[in-house]
Each structure stands twice: as C-alpha cells, then as structure tokens.
C-alpha cells in the first residue's frame, strides 16, 4: 500500500487520498523535482564514484562539479522558497500548510532529493524567527534560505547528553564579548559548517535549566577547535568542538541572556511527522527485494525460504511506520499537538531501521561479511553491511528508547513516575 495525503478528526476517521488541491501540489513538486534535480542527486546516481548524496559537503567539496551541483540544487529550491517549506512567507519561506510540507517532504524522500540548509533551516531559523532580533534575522535568515551559510549545533557535552540542562561550557561576560571555555562532543557536520549555535552557562550558581544563554559564532572565530570523531564504520558524520578563550560578541546572544534553556527548546510548529524515514526504508526494502530476484539471486542464502516470515514481518512494519507518520501529520492539520505519539514514533522507526539492516544482511549469509563496495562479492555495494553497522546509534541519538519508552508510559499510558 502507498497511500498519499491523511485527514484526522478527533473521531480517529482517516482518509489516505488527496484532496483535489493536494494531488495538484503533489504533481507540482513532483515534476520540479524531476526536472530540477541533479543528477549528482538522483537515487540511481547516488552511490556511484564520483557522486554523493550529500548537499552540505559537495558545497564545501575541492570537485567544482560538486559545488556547482550543489549551488543548482539550492538555487532551484530557493525559488519556490522550498529550501523552508515550513517558514512563515514573511522569513522568505514557503509558507506551506501542514498537509502540504508532508506531501513535500514525501516526494523529496520518494527522489532521494537531498533537503538544503540542514540545521540552519529546520533548527536555527525557527528559533531565530520567534526569538531573535530584527538585525539578527535580517542578518542570518537570508543566507539560510540561499544555501550560503550552513549551521552545526552546539548543545551536547561529555557529562551532558540527554540530561543537556547539566552542561558546563562557561561564558564570562568581558565588556561588550562573551569569553568560551569548554567542550561541546557530537557535533554533527561541524567539519562543513559556517556557523554554530550553541547552549552556554552565563549564570553558574543558577539552577541547572537556568542560567544558560543560547548564542550564535562565526565557526572560524579564533579559539575555536574542530577535531573529527570516527564512528565504527570509519565515517565521518561528527565531531567534538573545543572552546579556548572564544571572544564572542555580546550581540549574539538569542532572546534573553539566562533564558536560552527556553530558547534552544524552541521549534515552530511545522510537519515532523518522520515520513522521509519510511519512504526510504521502503525504497529499501524493495531494492532489497529487486534485487534477491534479479541478478542478486546468487547472493542470496539457499535456505531463504527459512527468512521468508521475517523480510514479510519487515515489508508490515514500514506501513506501520507509514501509518504513525500519517497520525501525526493528521494530528497536526486538525490543530492537535502530537506528545507521547512523536515518541512512538521516534522509537518505533529507529528499531526498525536496525531490523531492517539486520535482516539485510541474514538475507545475504556469509557475503554480509564483505565491507568493500566495490568487491565481486559484496550484495548491493555492502548497503545492508554498511547501513547494520551504521545503525547502531539510531536508538541512542534524539532521544534513546528507553527515554521514549518513559514518556509513552507516562504520558501515553499514564502509568506513574518512578
């Protein structure tokens, strides 16, 4: 089943089809996709040498091909303003409907399509937009929304991972700068990132959720120290950042000094209903199965009669996925706030994308074992080999599992505390 759009009432009705407006927007953005994409970016495309999937490091990449790409691809977005479908019409969004930013982010995730401006769009304008100034808007928002500043986040620290109100990185108030010192670790993208912004302690003998100011910095500022960490599949997706004697100005400060708790807490309300996650394990799943069929089938394990059940327990899980999607975003259009749902969700889609690895690989026996892409032996450019390994953090990073599961039980279940 691939349905399209949902409505959601509080009577729980469902509709999976489009409205008339909504099939004319969804034809709208599939063909500009289409037409528009880069082939660098198409799915066929995406792992072969000398392309990537990746718009915020071919905009930094030494391949002027790359770059070029990479500018086309935002230059294109931008003219619809769909680099922020989400953002008010004002900030130079598209000023999407809810219904409308899930039908575009379905059809973006349907192409592979990679999305432009990263955390600058989906984390820092919206809290730029409720609450920074009218210089730093007109300052920063712009060159988010063109693809000329890219944006890494600041928040996590060793001792200060999901408990995040207990970090320690000190700002000192020195004249009109603030001085930095500390250690921010996880920073994701930071190796091709413009900008940082960053949760800082201002107020230390404040209670731990106070006393902390959300601040913006150039990421080239001297004292500033990016140094790569590997994961276990030898990539490179983040980093720890080191803080010396950082002079940062005043200026920068996001809403009210102390508050920035608060402030780094904010999101607009827009679709994050998880719909790209789906589609691409679906797209997954039916490569997967494309290729066992095809020429794979020597690939595939003699006994596979025996993993029959579970790749069908994997195809029933993605439409549940779906499903959860479509509630949140049905949810969201009638004016309702998704809770402990968003949490079902998150931890439901991370365990399924370890599942549907784990399976990958079973499906595949001993040449699961192979790493290198380019081997004779190695099923699907070890994708399945590669995506196990990669993986594993999935149910660790944006709120673990066992955190979700709290807030299920407590807000879903209303099981109590403790």
């Not at 922020?84 to 592979?112: C, D, R, V």
């Not at 010192?181 to 003998?205: I, M």
């Not at 549907?356 to 892409?373: M, S």
Request: with cysteine; charged share 25%; net charge negative.
């Amino acid at each position: 089943m691939d349905p399209n759009g949902c409505e959601l009432g509080r009577d729980n009705h469902m509709d999976w089809n489009d409205t008339p407006e909504q099939a004319t927007f969804r034809g709208e953005v599939a063909g500009f996709i289409q037409t528009r994409l880069p082939e660098r970016y198409q799915a066929e495309n995406a792992d072969e040498e000398g392309f990537s999937g990746g718009w915020q490091s071919d905009r930094k990449s030494d391949d002027p091909a790359a770059v070029g790409d990479a500018k086309a691809w935002a230059d294109a977005l931008a003219e619809n303003g769909w680099i922020a479908p989400h953002w008010p019409k004002e900030y130079g969004g598209a000023g999407l409907s809810t219904m409308e930013q899930f039908i575009f982010n379905q059809e973006m995730a349907k192409a592979a399509a990679p999305p432009v401006g990263g955390m600058g769009v989906s984390l820092l304008g919206p809290t730029m937009i409720v609450h920074g100034s009218d210089e730093q808007k007109a300052e920063h928002l712009p060159r988010v929304l063109s693809g000329e500043v890219a944006w890494a986040q600041g928040y996590s620290e060793p001792s200060a991972g999901s408990d995040l109100a207990s970090l320690q990185t000190r700002a000192v108030r020195d004249g009109d700068d603030f001085v930095i010192n500390g250690q921010k670790t996880w920073t994701s993208g930071a190796q091709f990132a413009d900008w940082l912004f960053a949760l800082v302690r201002t107020e230390p003998d404040a209670p731990k959720h106070r006393g902390i100011s959300f601040i913006v910095m150039d990421i080239k500022t001297p004292g500033i120290t990016v140094r790569p960490i590997e994961d276990m599949g030898w990539n490179h997706p983040f980093n720890e950042t080191f803080f010396e004697d950082v002079r940062v100005p005043a200026a920068n400060i996001v809403g009210e000094e102390n508050r920035g708790w608060y402030v780094g807490m904010t999101l607009l309300d827009f679709e994050r209903s998880g719909i790209s996650g789906a589609i691409s394990y679906e797209r997954s799943m039916g490569e997967l199965l494309d290729f066992g069929k095809g020429e794979g089938n020597r690939f595939v394990r003699q006994d596979f009669k025996a993993l029959r059940q579970e790749v069908a327990e994997r195809y029933l899980e993605i439409g549940v996925l779906f499903n959860f999607a479509f509630r949140i975003v049905s949810m969201q259009n009638s004016g309702l706030v998704p809770n402990y749902e968003a949490s079902v969700n998150k931890m439901f889609g991370s365990e399924i994308h370890q599942r549907l690895a784990r399976t990958g690989t079973k499906v595949f026996g001993l040449y699961a074992n192979v790493w290198e892409e380019d081997s004779e032996y190695s099923p699907m450019k070890a994708s399945f080999t590669r995506d196990y390994v990669g993986s594993v953090p999935h149910t660790i990073f944006s709120g673990s599992s066992e955190i979700q599961r709290n807030v299920i039980a407590t807000r879903g279940l209303g099981l109590p505390r403790g």
